[in-house]
């Protein structure tokens, strides 16, 4: 024990509608986890105490919180040099949250934060596909487009704690094109995301009367899975919104790999459940994309993390980092 | 002497007609300075030869090869890792051209060679505006458009030696958009580079009527200089020519800080000349198309080495971390 007194990690994925935390061994196995209600906190100090509480169980059946080397969390906007959350639209708690400071003095072990796709990369690079590489780039598809930078090993935070925002750069300057939540127009979001899918889906459906098992869900209501269904099950249109969807990130793929001339990519979350309904014609406008110098360099993947347990393995893995 | 016994590096700026080689000093003075034509060689190790035979008088007035301390070469399609120089389109020499090695033997002291942009990142950290940065994107605009991305300090060189390719992100991803060198369409260099502006003047005087001195010049040999002699003397059109190329720029740099977001854009090169035509309306489109979170962070600054020299510094200042 004298060599490895302090075996575990604990990570915390902060969502916005829940908050799970999870102690994790140095092979990325979940030895315990819990949850907690983010909204059900306005306080983040009552949220902090809820937290610990919830944990406690779950500590003292590893030994106790000595055993454990440190804490990361993945949370929207978060900055790691300042280990604070930064007016996160979908958070309750406005302006600066001193997150980090506030486990620390809770817990009395050191705690890392950043974004909840950089935790990703980490745990990719940590214990999933990305392991052994030192430049790749992960991208997370869910409610939005998130991504993390790995350059030479190490996250890129770039000069203000925020870099690696790309989802949103613009795919469509045309006049008009889709607003996106951060503000813009025409954001790789605005296509490539869950929500992004479902407004393709809608477009498609209203400037066509071809039939498709989509028109029998309320417009509104179509998500990123009904299309995947669908597809699976045949339908053209369905099909199409996928291979519309991999087209717009294969070529802000391409776009990527001229920054940093990754040796992959990593895909995340909801919309890889797609499999080669997306990542055929991802792979396809990349190669037709990408700079015809790095044709063939970079892999396209998909995240060896389970997609429950991935975002508190990234977490964690910024523990051992500490 | 004995803790500075080498206190100078050689700079080597290899274009596709002349190559420019320089002893400079830790401060970034140029001591001596001699030229080659490249296209005299088509066999490589004659120039190699010839290069080494120009430099000797002024390698003899700082005391010999024994005061140096390596080389630095920027070069087109240079790579860091292999020190080669890889099928480059401007150059006679095919195929893959060990030219880090080859001076390496003829002068018995350590070479690094990078692509131009690189070099010019890394002078600009060492003698320039970014002294001091450790996050900074450098883009450099002549007849293409290059860059050089620093990240915590350190040039990207990605997984393969080849990152940093700015110049091929889309930014006009229409059917028919301008074809570039590289093989795709729509790439930032057919717009923000010399040539892509003298495109932009020939496009705009096809398509109107109105009056502009650039009417006196046969359209296939319009400039970006002329462009820019014309904006100074009050010509509309020509004003409009550097507004389009600022406003194409500053929406390229917009995406650039979604990737790293850095302290600052270094812009280098003929372009730059045109001063506030191009940088007014890079600015505002930057700041109109950053992701809302990031405006204001990132200063956008012309480099403050002069032309002639700066390339060759630029390479210099490699020899340093050898």
């Known amino acids: 024990m004298e060599n490895n007194a302090k075996p575990y990690v604990i990570g915390l994925d902060l969502g916005g509608t829940n908050s799970v935390f999870g102690i994790v061994d140095q092979r990325g196995e979940i030895k315990g986890s819990t949850a907690i209600k983010t909204q059900a906190y306005p306080d983040v100090n009552d949220y902090v105490k809820a937290g610990v509480e919830a944990m406690q169980p779950i500590i003292d059946v590893i ?143 209203e400037t066509t009367d071809r039939p498709s098992l989509l028109r029998d869900i309320d417009p509104k209501d179509i998500t990123s899975l009904d299309v995947s269904i669908a597809a699976e099950k045949g339908d053209e249109i369905a099909k199409e919104i996928y291979e519309f969807t991999g087209e717009m990130l294969g070529a802000a793929c391409a776009d990527f790999a001229a920054f940093s001339s990754p040796e992959a990519f990593v895909f995340f979350g909801g919309l890889t459940k797609a499999g080669d309904l997306l990542m055929k014609p991802l792979q396809k406008s990349y190669d037709e994309n990408v700079l015809p110098a790095f044709r063939g360099h970079a892999k396209l993947l998909i995240s060896g993390l389970s997609g429950a347990e991935a975002a508190v393995l990234g977490a964690s893995a910024l523990g051992w980092e500490l």
Chains 1, 2 share one sequence.
């Open 63 to 205: 030994g106790g919180i000595d055993k454990v080397k440190g804490m990361g969390i993945g949370a929207p906007n978060g900055c790691y040099y300042t280990g604070t959350i930064e007016n996160a639209a979908n958070l309750q708690w406005k302006g600066s949250i001193p997150l980090a400071k506030l486990f620390e003095d809770a817990l009395g072990i050191p705690v890392a934060l950043t974004n909840d796709a950089n935790a990703a990369a980490v745990g990719e690079m940590t214990y999933g596909v990305a392991r052994g590489m030192k430049d790749f780039i992960m991208i997370t598809l869910g409610t939005g487009v998130g991504s993390g930078i790995v350059i030479n090993g190490q996250v890129v935070y770039g000069s203000d704690g925020f870099a690696g925002e790309l989802g949103h750069v613009t795919m469509d300057r045309k006049p008009g094109s889709r607003l996106c939540g951060c503000g813009k127009h025409g954001c790789l979001e605005t296509f490539c995301s869950a929500t992004g899918v479902a407004r393709t889906a809608r477009e498609i459906l």
